[in-house]
């Protein structure tokens, strides 16, 4: 997914301004609501994807401030379907090693969320905000089908998950 080299690292600062460079080579539409705030649009194979990313700095060098990225589903969970989600949701964030799943109640959002705390100089490298991009996408699409199976399917979370994450085997 390396799209940058390490000759176009941004010095230390806002991370976003990197993360609008990745976009752009990805060719990915996206908008900078503000010198804070980044939003991308990534097609999935399972969904449409909506990266936002909220930057906030350092104040001082006592300070910390953290880059989070927010990748909600393009659906919406059912109220009636809330309570098998929370299970799932459960089942599922206790295997992830970064990052989690969460449910926007009100809304019925489905998202992932992951934060990087950055202290004072820190600064992140393209590689690390590809991979952080790469890593929010593939578990959402890892976990997507087992959603669909309890939202839709009527399938039991622990089916669901044993489902969605089958691998198969050998040739047909």
Not at 89 to 94: E, R, T
Not at 96 to 103: E, K, N, R, T, V
Request: one cysteine or more; charged letters at 20%; hydrophobic letters at 40%.
């Amino acid at each position: 997914m390396t799209y940058l080299s390490a000759e176009r690292e941004l010095p230390a600062g806002d991370p976003l301004d990197l993360i609008e460079q990745i976009v752009a080579a990805h060719e990915w539409p996206y908008d900078r609501q503000s010198a804070g705030e980044l939003t991308v649009f990534v097609a999935g194979n399972w969904a449409e994807y909506n990266l936002h990313f909220a930057w906030n700095g350092p104040r001082s060098a006592s300070d910390f401030g953290g880059l989070q990225l927010v990748c909600a589903f393009d659906v919406r969970i059912p109220k009636g379907s809330h309570t098998p989600t929370y299970e799932l949701l459960s089942k599922i964030n206790g295997q992830m090693w970064l990052g989690h799943f969460d449910l926007v109640e009100d809304e019925g959002l489905l998202m992932y969320r992951h934060g990087v705390l950055m202290c004072e100089g820190q600064t992140v490298t393209s590689t690390e905000c590809e991979n952080l991009i790469e890593i929010a996408i593939t578990e959402c699409e890892r976990f997507f089908p087992a959603f669909q199976f309890v939202v839709w399917g009527g399938k039991k979370p622990d089916e669901a998950l044993d489902m969605a994450l089958l691998e198969t085997v050998g040739e047909a």
